[in-house]
């Protein structure tokens, strides 16, 4: 197996241009491929320290769009996006839903999640624990998102994903699988574009 390695180019190019996180060139990649992102749209960011994903919806959505992200750890304020709003907290908690409606001002066009657990190394409980990010994601977005909307979540490759993903199936139009040239070699996730909400949650 290749040595992992934290510091590869992405993450030597991420911090020469400005990124919090080498994950921002994912992001790049999946709305280059799939035109989640449009000026003027409502961004929800889960999990989102810390705020790589959040420097690229940003400029993308414009001033007139509005980018939410939250996250149990609180990130570095971004002074240079106004459209930017940070939560710190569960998005489970129904009073933290109540308020990312309010700073987008209404139902999201897009939710995104690049969470995942602290991995083990233990391939039964890692594979439970990114399903169960994947799960909670999925959960959120038939909360947040307005019919028509994507979600877009980083899952791994396993038995018990691909049973969520035929779950997932039924609640949007289409669905897409992308493993990207911006992860790392030896990785084994890949992420799920799911498109067109059919509008069976409350933010319909």
Not at 175 to 188: A, H, P, V
Request: glycine letters at 10%; charged letters at 25%.
């Amino acid at each position: 197996m290749a040595e992992y390695n934290r510091k590869d180019h992405l993450y030597n190019k991420a911090k020469a241009e400005g990124f919090r996180s080498r994950a921002a060139y994912k992001l790049a990649e999946l709305d280059d491929k799939y035109k989640i992102i449009k000026p003027g749209f409502k961004i929800l960011d889960l999990g989102c320290w810390p705020g790589g994903w959040i420097q690229v919806a940003a400029p993308r959505v414009g001033a007139q769009g509005a980018v939410v992200g939250i996250d149990l750890v609180e990130l570095e304020p971004f002074d240079e996006f106004p459209q930017v709003k940070l939560l710190v907290g569960d998005a489970r908690d129904e009073s933290n839903q109540a308020q990312m409606r309010s700073l987008a001002g209404g139902a999201f066009d897009a939710v995104l999640s690049d969470m995942s657990p602290k991995l083990t190394g233990i391939k039964e409980a890692d594979q439970a624990g990114t399903v169960a990010c994947a799960e909670l994601a999925a959960y959120i977005a038939e909360q947040m998102l307005r019919k028509g909307g994507t979600l877009v979540m980083k899952v791994f490759k396993g038995n018990e994903t691909e049973q969520f993903i035929r779950t997932l199936r039924p609640r949007y139009e289409k669905l897409t699988r992308t493993e990207l040239d911006s992860s790392r070699n030896t990785s084994k996730e890949f992420y799920v574009t799911a498109l067109g909400y059919k509008g069976s949650g409350p933010a319909t």
